[in-house]
Every structure is written in C-alpha cells, then in structure tokens.
C-alpha cells in the first residue's frame, strides 16, 4: 500500500509555527484529496485540514481557522501544513491522509504520524 511520510513535528512554545510536510509516493497523488488530521492523548482522532487535487478548495476545522494554512506543491508531490499561533490544545500527533474524492472523502491513504508539542 503507498506511504504517505510526514515530517517537521516538534516542539514550540505556545504564539510559535510550525510546518508539517507530507511526502506522497508519486505524481498520482496530486489529484487526490489530501487532509491532515490529530490525535491528542486519550481523544479521539480528529479532522484539521484537507485540499482539493484539482483546484484551490481548502477546508479547516473550526478550531485552526485563521491559523493553519494547508497547501500543496505538485512538483514536488508534498502536502504542507503551516501552523501559527500555536496553542497548547493543538499538541497531538498529526497524520497526513489521502483520498481519491473532495465529496465523501475516504481516506484510504495514511501515514505514521509526527509528534506536535506545543508548551505553555
């Protein structure tokens, strides 16, 4: 099954930035949806970001709105997340995830995860 990689996790005091790279297995994937999603200790996984592989449409939780920024680079194959103002709430493990459709999105595709902690 492809591998989606992600990278740029860390730790930052709450106010700083962060961003997340995602590196998918081939050109293929720029047509698909990608997203980002987190996972807190003891919470369930949770939706943060996705972007279309056909146009600019973008969508965020209500809870990063304003302060996360998801992109793609195609010649690269990369899916970024640019996260500012973090806040200690946002500390989780964050997955890049792939899927074939903007519309009812199955995400059929993830990644191992990288580690987000953000300090008070």
């Known amino acids: 099954q492809a591998q989606l990689v992600e990278s740029g996790g860390g730790l930052v005091q709450a106010g700083g930035s962060l961003r997340l790279s995602c590196a998918t297995p081939g050109r293929a994937f720029n047509w698909y949806t990608m997203g980002w999603f987190r996972q807190a200790p003891g919470k369930e996984r949770e939706f943060v970001a996705r972007?279309?592989?056909?146009?600019?449409?973008?969508d965020y939780a209500d809870s990063v709105k304003g302060r996360f920024t998801i992109s793609r680079d195609t010649a690269k194959n990369t899916v970024s997340l640019q996260m500012n103002s973090l806040k200690p709430e946002d500390t989780a493990v964050y997955y890049c995830a792939g899927g074939k459709t903007w519309y009812g999105t199955t995400w059929d595709y993830w990644g191992q995860g990288t580690q987000v902690t953000v300090s008070s």
């Open positions: 972007i279309d592989g056909r146009g600019p449409m973008t």
